[in-house]
């Protein structure tokens, strides 16, 4: 084998020492991803500057990038907490969050990459207890169990304000009751429910009975008013029309021209 020349040689050298520097210095940030970028002899982390963004970045192999997910995510807690009278209730919670993305810089400073252990989990623990500490067993099992959720909510995010996490919601997906406290509950709720339908049925018996009663009164009305306007010349005109008619039916009786007691004519049978 020839050897090399002894210009190839230090040039051989050099590409492979930049080829080692390249790879050492090259950073791929990958989808839903930034990177804050940390300095050796430069000042260490640095947060005056945007995080570095998706793709393929150079940065002095004596410097280094970490890299943080910045998409949603999602925490499931679960939790043992008080209600106000003192009884252990079990939440199953999940939070949605984010690392504020302009302030990774800030974030690693201060708190690091653990940021969900050091800052979200005890922040939604500590809104929880607060928050059902002030409610009672029967309004978690009841319809104020939305408005509990906003309030946890609510409470997590003042919490978490100023420390460079974005905190999107928060759901209580399961609430755990002692099973006697959830039975005595249940059977309330029953007897809460049948007792609603009970006065249902009394309410609209009663509209009906009152339906009826107007009703007749407005039939009684209509008959006294009526019976006032029938005289004594009006029902004879009415009988001279009827008889007229019954004159011309085919199978007419035989009226006699005369007058009865009430001084209508007097209609005599065929018998």
Known sequence: MEKLPKIGLPILIGLIFLIIVVAKSAVTIGSGE?????????????????????GFHIVAPWNKVYVYEVRQQ????????????????????????????SQLGNLHQTIGE????????????????????????????STKRDAIQVEIYEETKKILDKQYVQLN?????????????????????KQE??????????????KQAEE???EAEGKAEANKILSASLTDKILQDKGIEATIKLS????????????????????????
């Open 169 to 189: 919601e928060v759901l209580v997906r399961d609430v755990t009751l002692p099973p006697t406290i959830k039975e005595a509950i249940e059977r309330k709720l």
């Open 212 to 214: 009826r009663i107007i």
């Open 74 to 101: 999602e925490l499931f807690e679960k939790m043992k907490v008080l209600s106000s009278n003192g009884l252990e209730i079990q939440i199953d919670a999940s939070a949605w969050y984010q690392p504020v993305q």
């Open 193 to 206: 429910q049948e007792s609603l339908e009970y006065e249902f049925r009394l309410v609209s018996a009663a």
């Open 248 to 271: 011309e039916s085919n199978n007419s009786k035989v009226i006699v021209i005369g007058s009865g007691d009430s001084g209508m004519p007097i209609i005599l049978g065929n018998q």
């Open 34 to 54: 930034s990177g804050v970028l940390y300095k050796t002899f430069g000042g260490g982390v640095v947060t005056d500057e945007p995080p570095l963004g998706e």
């Open 114 to 141: 653990n940021y969900l252990q050091r800052v979200i989990q005890p922040a939604i623990r500590s809104a929880a207890r607060s928050v059902i500490g002030r409610y009672t067993p029967d309004d978690l099992y």
